[in-house]
């Protein structure tokens, strides 16, 4: 069973930027790929960045690319999400997800999933 904890989150004005941090439990976190995923109230839930096992291949959304940057300290067993010119539309409970081996963009691929840190982001 992994845990996964997500941080960073907060109030910023658009413009602005945030780091998110996804800690794990496993030590083995080389082993799982990870997805960050957002949800807006009353919206479904949207994939966002993902990241392959050694990091070497990351993948996002049309609406977050050039904004947003994943990346990861296996060392650490930590997952970031450097998100940079944010905007009100980037609202959302934040969260990440892991899965063995390969990344998705789907949420139904991923097996564990942080609580969520909320952003919101004031124009």
């Known amino acids: 069973q992994v845990q996964l904890v997500e941080s960073g989150g907060g109030l910023v004005q658009a413009g602005a930027s945030l780091r998110l941090s996804c800690a794990a439990s496993?030590?083995?976190?080389?082993?799982?790929?990870v997805g960050w995923f957002r949800q807006a109230p009353g919206k479904e839930r949207e994939f966002v960045a993902a990241?392959?096992?050694?990091?070497?291949?990351?993948y996002y959304a049309d609406s977050v690319k050039g904004r947003f940057t994943i990346s990861r300290d296996n060392a650490k067993s930590t997952v970031y999400l450097q998100m940079n010119s944010l905007k009100p539309e980037d609202t959302a409970v934040y969260y990440c997800?892991?899965?063995?081996?390969?990344?998705?963009?789907?949420?139904?691929?991923?097996?564990?999933w942080g609580q969520g840190t909320q952003v919101t982001v004031s124009s």
């Open positions: 997800a892991s899965r063995r081996y390969g990344s998705s963009t789907s949420y139904l691929a991923y097996d564990y």
């Open positions: 496993e030590r083995t976190f080389s082993n799982y790929a």
């Open positions: 990241i392959n096992r050694s990091g070497s291949s990351t």
